[in-house]
């Protein structure tokens, strides 16, 4: 059974306005949860299995840029190792090949036999059974006594300027979301009263006749929620399809995969939800706005 309305709210510019806007917006606050996802989704892909894992170089030129003596150098390398297999409180030890760190430095300094310039240092990669810093000052103490030239580096670190970017683009996203759900209520409260006042001879006309505030709000309330229904949803299948094919299709081979991710049930539930969000705020919003506006009618 049809509602009927008592004001032509149907089909007046303002909706067909408000239910444009509301579809850009639902667009851009899908492309903005989706951007919170990815970046996330970033820090996760680069901290994975980095936890109590640290790295080991044992450099092929010493402090004062003089190049330490092969023989000195492998010596160093064979006690390490020798060392950290006697540790108990280390799980795994894997040693990078000289073929990798070719293949590591080959973008920047190309294909060339550069060891025979600059020799390349041994990286030794490991992780601790735990993140025991009693574990980790032994292991320097012990390392030093080999040779002071050797570093411990914790992959965390080297990752800290990467998250920090992560964090912050995170942030950008979380307060692009809060705006635009800002900016739907802000515009649907002005939809609203522009509408009220180009309607104001039918409201009040309707008011005198005994049709209480509450009955007149909530035509604009029940109205509002339909438009701003289609005009999410229509925004949502944009956005959700755009948003997915940039995925797949665009964005560079680093983040391959992540759209898998971003299939994952709980986040379509959380992307689902935005345009019932975004449908039932739009009722509140017309509510609220037009009853205070019936209010203040004589």
């Known amino acids: 059974m049809t509602r009927r309305y008592d004001l032509p709210l149907i089909k007046d510019a303002l909706s067909q306005f408000q239910y444009a806007l509301t579809a850009i917006l ?29 790295t080991i170089e044992v450099p092929a030129i010493n402090d004062n840029g003089e190049v330490i003596e092969t023989e000195q150098h492998t010596e160093h390398k064979e006690q390490t190792l020798a060392l950290l297999h006697r540790k108990g409180y280390i799980s795994s030890i894997t040693e990078i090949k000289e073929e990798e760190l070719k293949q590591l430095v080959a973008p920047w300094l190309g294909d060339g036999d550069f060891e025979k310039i600059v020799p390349y240092p041994a990286f030794i990669r490991i992780t601790l059974k735990s993140s025991d810093k009693s574990n980790i000052n032994d292991l320097e103490n012990a390392l030093e006594e080999i040779s002071e030239t050797i570093k411990l580096r914790s992959h965390k670190e080297w990752m800290g300027q990467l998250l920090s970017l992560t964090n912050t683009a995170m942030l950008i996203a979380s307060i692009a979301i809060a705006l635009l759900f800002f900016v739907i209520g802000i515009s649907i409260a002005f939809a609203v009263k522009a509408r009220m006042e180009m309607l104001k001879g039918d409201v009040e006309i309707l008011h005198l006749m005994g049709a209480p505030a509450s009955y007149i709000a909530k035509q604009f309330q029940r109205q509002t929620f339909l438009t ?57 919003i017309a509510r609220v706005t037009a009853f205070r506006i019936m209010m203040r009618l004589p």
């Open 228 to 284: 701003g229904m289609r005009g999410s949803f229509v925004g949502f299948f944009i956005g959700f399809v755009s948003a997915l094919i940039v995925i797949k299709f665009i964005m560079p081979g680093s983040v391959e995969g992540l759209h898998i991710a971003y299939l994952d049930t709980v986040r379509i539930v959380i992307l689902a939800a935005l345009p019932i969000t975004i449908s039932f705020l739009s009722a509140i």
């Open 26 to 54: 639902t667009v851009l606050l899908l492309w903005a949860v989706t951007a919170f996802f990815l970046a996330k989704d970033q820090a996760n892909i680069w901290t994975q299995g980095l936890d109590n894992t640290l």
